[in-house]
Nanobody, 118 residues
Framework: QVQLVESGGGLVQPGGSLRLSCAASGITFTQYAMGWYRQSPGKQRGLVARITRTGNTNYANSVEGRFTISRDDAKNTTDLQMDSLKPEDTAVYYC????????????WGQGTQVTVFS
């Protein structure tokens, strides 16, 4: 079965950095666009960053210039490098995979908590 497993979350001070990783299994990784979403209490889940099969990227305005999404097709992983973290970045971060050929094939990880607090 398909699994997306996130890791790398934790507690960090404002201005600090974290690197999140998502390991995918059960899919042909190169056929999927990958993304990171986040959700904080009282808010809807929203896009943070996404990357296509060919490496094109999109970022939420609130994180552009601070976060970088990448993918490693040899390892079936996608990472999110988060720099210059702010308290408002505090959220549960979710990995997402969506097939470019069939939109019904979309999967979510279990989430990892990121807390930015001094």
């Amino acid at each position: 079965q398909v699994q997306l497993v996130e890791s790398g979350g934790g507690l960090v001070q404002p201005g600090g950095s974290l690197r999140l990783s998502c390991a995918a299994s059960g899919i042909t990784f190169t056929q999927y666009a990958m993304g990171w979403y986040r959700q904080s209490p009282g808010k809807q889940r929203g896009l943070v960053a996404r990357i296509t099969r060919t490496g094109n990227t999109n970022y939420a305005n609130s994180v552009e210039g601070r976060f970088t999404i990448s993918r490693d097709d040899a390892k079936n992983t996608t990472d999110l490098q988060m720099d210059s973290l702010k308290p408002e970045d505090t959220a549960v971060y979710y990995c997402n995979a969506i097939s470019v050929a069939n939109v019904l094939n979309q999967y979510w990880g279990q989430g990892t908590q990121v807390t930015v607090f001094s």
